[in-house]
């Protein structure tokens, strides 16, 4: 199996550690893993603020380097990236004929990381220790277009330490939302600081995500309101290398 | 709360006078801990509500499929079933009335109004009205007939005297707590009543009770209409409704074009849905079944029928990409799962819609000028498309609201440069990492412990509130490069 990563610009550009544990756990799995270097954004900010057109030039440019039959599947560390390939390039694209069809042929094959780890290669235990106890927050694109909300639940139960905890309004968004965040600032933080008031009330002293975006946008109000918790992708948790490198 | 007219039209116009955008309104609503106290208590009591109905019907996420293709065949014969409809309330001695515009149906109302020497105009709760504003025009346009028209919905009632706009398109004052309502109420009764639930709901009962009496016409709104029997529908759960529509001589109902439906049978479907989303009750307290005036026989109901069918707008969605917003059965449903309707209630839409519905047909009605920001009031998470029991796609139809604000250059220079920019440097990958290193560099007089705090406009949104961490000294290409074990 020829499995190409597809790492997100943000995760490229300011957390490419991601992206490293991503890779270790494939290859913890057998995984021949490629990284076709053209690779650049999916096109999301641009699409979600309504510039279609500049984000076709993205989506085509993805569509080159990704394209064709020369790899079985394509991984992605992000529920949100994945969901601009696999849901929104046909809805880009959906009075191009020509370009419809290169985008639904990629769509099915570009799969989300912990999607892909349990529904493609059928494993959700990695034999990862991790001390603490964790809120899963799951992206909003993930959970609804993409509808993979509890296969990353289940192979964190799997971490032997880690506790797994419920909280409340799970499914709200975390007001990332791309350039909202930027747009509408106030509501966005409003947003986030209700989510930070459930994970207080949880007890939890770590959130996990697929969705380094969310992460980033609640990292970053962490930080700001000097929270301790710690901010990991799910990769990260199962990186088997996780603690001894940095 | 003593309010002078100019300043409460500026308020509820407040996207056409273009003072103030989403964000100084949504600014005010974050800083008022008793209105986020209101929504918050409001929306978990019905989204349990409806979670717990939705749960025993078997087929729920059938009927909303159904809903869908019954919604989908009614416009695309909307104007067969319109005339079905006006031929079915005609045949049963009621008037019907075309109206182009909201214009048209002041028009209407004031004139029958002034033929009547009615006085005293009783309305049940209709979103319809509130989108033309009847009650203010007619007041104003009609000066010289005295006309006095009162709302008597209890929320739409306290809304009206506090000179507050509703808020919520089901429960219109979930802006107010009971503190702030005996406020009002004591305010018109000249004395102090207390904050509680059952004196004021009396208080009200009784003043309403002489305006239900004195009334020459009664304005209802409807939830549907079967264009096969020319029967209005109307689902409420206060005993107003039918105060309103039965006892003046004259009831005139006004009903926007969309909320057709084929046939009686389809009621089943949006009846039950309305009810469970809306409100979490299987059905509302009354459902009223009007079809024309009273007959020879019949011992209660008005002597004469009015039935407007207003478009306002609505027909030219039809057949366009943008049609699905017209198969709201208002429910509100997306309003109380919307995280960011959730923060900032409904004032801070500045127009009679809210929440996400309100974000999509609002710019569709009035323009997009006239409504730039709100498109952009919503993280696009989907709450609302999950939760909509006609299944619109509200996030889509939001995305391509964007779409259209960029191809009419509303967007701005700044966002098109920037998005030029943007495409320019993905598709050439060399240009993006060349960008990734000037980045970098630039960025390191900005960072402080590890983050950077302060961003120049636009980006200071992101920073004034939150940290953002700096791009990484080595990106993910150069690990991969450098090889990954
Ligand atoms: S858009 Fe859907 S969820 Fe929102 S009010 Fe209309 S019917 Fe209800």
Not at chain 1, 71 to 99: A, I, K, N, Q
């Amino acid at each position: 199996m020829r499995v190409a990563l597809f790492i997100p610009c943000y995760v490229d550009l300011v957390s490419p550690e991601v992206g490293v544990s991503v890779v270790r756990v494939l290859r913890s799995q057998g995984v021949e893993v490629f990284y076709p270097e053209g690779q650049t954004c999916c096109g999301q900010p641009a699409f979600n603020s309504g510039f279609f057109e500049e984000a076709r030039g993205a989506a085509r440019h993805f569509l080159d380097v990704f394209g064709g039959e020369r790899f079985d599947y394509v991984v992605c560390p992000s529920g949100s990236c994945t969901t601009m390939v696999s849901h929104y390039y046909p809805f880009l694209f959906r009075e191009l004929p020509e370009e419809l069809e290169r985008a639904e042929g990629i769509g099915g094959r570009v799969r989300e990381f912990s999607d892909f780890l349990a529904n493609v290669l059928g494993t959700e235990e990695f034999g990862a220790r991790f001390e603490g106890r964790a809120v899963f927050h799951c992206g909003c694109h993930q959970r609804r277009e993409l509808g993979v909300l509890e296969e990353p639940q289940r192979i964190l139960r799997n971490v032997e330490g880690l506790e797994l905890v419920g909280w409340e309004n799970e499914e709200l968004c975390c007001g990332f939302g791309g350039t909202f965040s930027v747009k509408m600032p106030e509501v966005s933080v409003a947003m986030a600081d209700e989510k930070i008031r459930a994970l207080e009330k949880s007890g939890a002293d770590t959130l996990v995500s697929c969705d380094p975006s969310c992460l980033l946008h609640l990292k970053g109000r962490l930080d700001r309101t000097g929270h301790g918790t710690r901010v990991l992708h799910l990769a990260q948790v199962l990186d088997p290398r996780r603690g001894r490198v940095g | 709360m003593e309010k002078t007219g100019t300043e409460e039209r500026a308020r509820r116009e407040g996207l056409a006078s273009g003072v103030e955008g989403f964000n100084g309104r949504a600014r005010r609503a974050l800083a008022d801990p008793e209105l986020h106290d209101s929504i918050a208590l409001f929306t978990r009591k019905t989204l349990k509500g409806r979670a717990a109905r939705l749960a025993e019907l078997p087929d729920a996420p059938e009927l909303r499929e159904r809903a869908y293709h019954i919604k989908q065949e009614t416009m695309a014969n909307l104007d067969r079933y319109l005339g079905q409809m006006a031929d079915a309330v005609e045949a049963r001695g009621g008037n019907v009335f075309f109206a182009e515009t909201g214009e048209d149906v002041v028009r209407y109302v004031g004139e029958l109004a002034r033929e009547k020497g009615a006085k005293v105009i009783t309305k049940s709760k209709s979103m319809a009205t509130e989108e033309i504003e009847l009650n203010r025009r007619l007041e104003e346009e009609y000066g010289e007939l005295g006309l006095e028209v009162v709302e008597t919905d209890l929320g739409e009632w306290i809304a009206q005297l506090a000179g507050d706009a509703p808020s919520h398109i089901v429960a219109p004052i979930m802006h107010m707590n009971r503190h702030q309502i005996a406020r009002v109420l004591s305010g018109v009764a000249g004395e102090p009543l207390p904050p509680d639930v059952k004196a004021l709901a009396g208080f009200a009962r009784r003043r309403l009770r002489e305006k239900f009496l004195a009334a020459d016409i009664g304005i209802s709104g409807a939830n549907f209409g079967v264009a096969q029997t020319g029967t209005v529908c109307l689902v409420t759960n206060e005993g107003n409704g039918r105060l309103v529509t039965s006892v003046p001589p004259v009831h005139v109902v006004v009903m926007g074009i969309e909320k057709l439906v084929p046939r009686f049978e389809d009621l089943e479907v949006f009846v039950q849905l309305l009810a469970r989303n809306g409100t979490g009750q299987k059905l509302t307290v009354y459902t009223s079944f009007i079809t024309g005036p009273r007959g020879a026989d019949e011992l209660d109901g008005p002597e004469e029928f009015h039935l407007i069918l207003m478009d306002n707008g609505r027909s030219k969605l039809l057949g366009t990409e943008f049609e699905e917003a017209l198969y709201c059965i208002r429910c509100g449903s997306c309003l109380n799962v919307c995280p960011v309707y959730r923060q900032t209630g409904g004032h801070a839409y500045g127009s009679t819609y809210s929440g996400p519905i309100g974000a999509v047909i609002t710019p569709l009605l009035k323009g997009d000028r006239e409504a730039k920001d709100l498109p952009h009031a919503s993280s696009l998470c989907g709450a609302c498309w999950e939760t909509c029991p006609v299944g619109i796609p509200l996030h889509d139809l939001l995305l391509k609201l964007r779409n259209r604000q960029v191809d009419e250059g509303l967007a701005g220079k700044a966002q098109e440069i920037a998005f030029k920019g943007f495409e320019e440097a993905v598709e050439r990958p060399a240009l993006y990492r060349a960008g990734a290193r000037l980045g970098r560099v630039a960025q390191r007089p900005l960072v402080r412990d590890g983050s950077v705090r302060r961003l120049p406009p636009p980006l200071s949104g992101w920073t004034d509130f939150r940290d953002l961490p700096p791009l990484a000294e080595r990106s993910f290409r150069e690990l991969w490069r450098e090889g990954i074990d």
